[in-house]
Each structure stands twice: as C-alpha cells, then as structure tokens.
C-alpha cells in the first residue's frame, strides 16, 4: 500500500488556525482601533472571490460615528444593541440592487448580461442576495485573515435599516459585521460542528 505524501490541504496549519479552526465570533472587543488601511487591504484580497458574472453586489459601510452607530442600534434586537455600540468598528453590509448596470464593465465578454437582469427584477433581487451573501462570508474570511475577529449579525430590522440608511432603493441591508480585536476573557467552548460523513455524499 502506498501512502501519498501530498499534503491533503496547501494552506498551511498556523494559517488553517487563523481562518477557521481557532477563529471565533466575537461579541466583545477590546478598545485597539480598526484603521481604515486594514479594511483597505481585507477588501483588497477578498474582492477576488467569486460570483456569478462577476457581479459584484457587496456594497460596505463602515460605521465609525457614534451618529451612525445609534442611528443603526434602533433597528438591531435588544441583544445586538450594546455590542454594536462597544465594538470598534460596525460594518453595515448592504447589495446593490442596480448592480447589472455595471456587468459591462466587470464582465464585457457577454454583452447581454446587463439586459438580462434589467428585464427580470425578481432574478436580479435573488442574484443579488445570493452573491452579495457570497461576498459578506468572504469579507468575513478577510477580516480573520487581519488577524481580527467579525461579528456578523443578521438580527435587525431589516425594512428600518433600509429606510434609515438606503431610502432611495437602491441598496438594500443584508448583514451588520462588528470587527476588532477580540476580548479573550469569558470564551465560550466552541459549539459542535457537523461531521464530513453527516454532509458530504458521493454520487
């Protein structure tokens, strides 16, 4: 029997930790702040992921003001509320619902691309929302690789959030990200995951 010495993954082991394994949701940060070069550059990396037609929709907001986080923190749950007001940095995550006017730019090689979305409102929303939520788990990714921690949340007024921040329309809110470094004191034990064999199948 031979045994392959190709290592099963090319990352290697420390960067493995730092992405998934050891990387955690954090709910409380410490007070180092979040400079806009370093989500310059999680942008500049994460922006390579892919989607369909290279469209693009992720759109970011970064929430520095106290103005801004209290205008977002009416609209989260009660229990999202103090956590977004602490954190060093809110990132409010929106799709660009117009993004098809753009395809002829970021994907030239099908001239119709524009126009198939223009004409269909209800495939341009669910494309939208599908590879803006693509982009939202890579930015997420890129912000670990910082060696931060992100703090999505998805418990918001979703149609508050819309008419406070987006109400011409054109974007619509998808996700609220806190980031910075976080607090190690009181760490939760890491929830159980699915194993290969309880997701994967072969056919």
Do not use: W
């Amino acid at each position: 029997m031979t045994t392959s010495t190709t290592p099963r993954l090319v990352l290697d082991a420390t960067a493995q930790d730092l992405l998934f394994r050891q990387a955690r949701t954090a709910d409380r940060f410490t007070d180092e702040p979040v400079p806009d070069e370093t989500i310059e550059a999680v942008y500049d990396l994460v922006r390579y992921g892919p989607t369909a037609f290279n469209q693009q929709p992720l759109r970011i907001f970064l929430l520095r003001s106290p103005e801004s986080r209290e205008r977002l923190a009416v609209h989260l749950s009660r229990s999202n509320r103090e956590k977004t007001l602490r954190a060093p940095l809110t990132s409010l995550l929106a799709v660009d619902n117009e993004f098809h006017r753009k395809l002829a730019r970021l994907f030239p090689e099908f001239p119709g691309a524009a126009d198939l979305y223009a004409e269909n409102h209800a495939l341009r929303e669910r494309s939208a929302s599908l590879n803006g939520a693509l982009q939202a788990a890579y930015f997420i990714i890129g912000i670990r690789a910082a060696g931060l921690a992100a703090g999505p949340m998805s418990g918001f007024d979703e149609d508050g959030v819309n008419r406070e921040f987006f109400p011409a329309g054109d974007l619509s809110a998808l996700l609220v990200v806190n980031i910075g470094r976080p607090e190690q004191s009181g760490e939760r034990p890491r929830r159980p995951r699915l194993a290969h064999s309880e997701v994967c199948r072969t056919l």
